[in-house]
T-cell receptor, first 112, second 116 residues
Framework: AQTVTQSQPEMSVQEAETVTLSCTYD???????LFWYKQPPSRQMILVIR??????QNATENRFSVNFQKAAKSFSLKISDSQLGDAAMYFC?????????FGTGTRLQVFP | DTGVSQDPRHKITKRGQNVTFRCDPI?????LYWYRQTLGQGPEFLTY????????KSRLLSDRFSAERPKGSFSTLEIQRTEQGDSAMYLC??????????????FGQGTRLTVV
């Protein structure tokens, strides 16, 4: 069965600095999708970035980028120029055919 | 607002009572998912529908849980004889999927259930 592991329960960063959130996963599949979702307090989960496993190029979305290491089964999220609005729970997720498998999340605090 | 809508946002119920939650997906989305999220954990898959057909159910979905999507639009999740362990956030998500592509899932704000 596929599993997703986020080993950092909490992270903090100063405004305008860069932070990296870690995620590892386990699968025997060769083609799959990975995602990072953001869940602000009391608000719905929104998609931050997605990576297709067959694409070697790391995905980027403005200040958000990933470091996808397929052989190591690692999928980290880098947030550059952190903003106060980035404070939230961040979940790494793997798409298993028709459903998402989530990690336990990393709470990101952003200090002014 | 054309996002995923869930009702109610909060529900407090006594142990043993039945509760029902509603989810209205984005209108053109053919897939609808239910997830459960407990404190300190990521969401866990419960079940999903393609149109009105329930295609997969997790082992987490005991026989006290039932979900329907009668006309392929909104969905309801009912929990019978609630237990304290059912206390959680219940999240609904929807997406459009075809044989060619799976689009991203959009989530609702969730229904927080507290069983006392």
């Amino acid at each position: 069965a596929q599993t997703v592991t986020q080993s950092q329960p909490e992270m903090s960063v100063q405004e305008a600095e860069t932070v990296t959130l870690s995620c590892t996963y386990d699968t025997s599949e060769s083609d799959y999708y990975l995602f990072w979702y953001k869940q602000p307090p009391s608000r719905q989960m929104i998609l931050v970035i997605r990576q297709e496993a067959y694409k070697q190029q790391n995905a980027t979305e403005n200040r958000f980028s990933v470091n996808f290491q397929k052989a190591a089964k690692s999928f980290s999220l880098k947030i550059s120029d952190s903003q106060l609005g980035d404070a939230a729970m961040y979940f790494c997720a793997y798409r298993d055919t028709d459903k998402l498998i989530f990690g336990t999340g990393t709470r990101l605090q952003v200090f002014p | 607002d054309t996002g995923v809508s869930q009702d109610p946002r909060h529900k407090i119920t006594k142990r043993g009572q039945n509760v029902t939650f509603r989810c209205d997906p984005i209108s053109e989305h053919n897939r609808l998912y239910w997830y459960r999220q407990t404190l300190g954990q990521g969401p866990e898959f419960l079940t999903y529908f393609q149109n009105e057909a329930q295609l997969e159910k997790s082992r987490l979905l005991s026989d006290r849980f039932s979900a329907e999507r009668p006309k392929g639009s909104f969905s309801t999740l009912e929990i019978q004889r609630t237990e304290q362990g059912d206390s959680a956030m219940y999240l609904c998500a929807s997406s459009f999927s075809s044989n060619q592509a799976h689009a991203e899932a959009f989530f609702g704000q969730g229904t927080r259930l507290t069983v006392v």
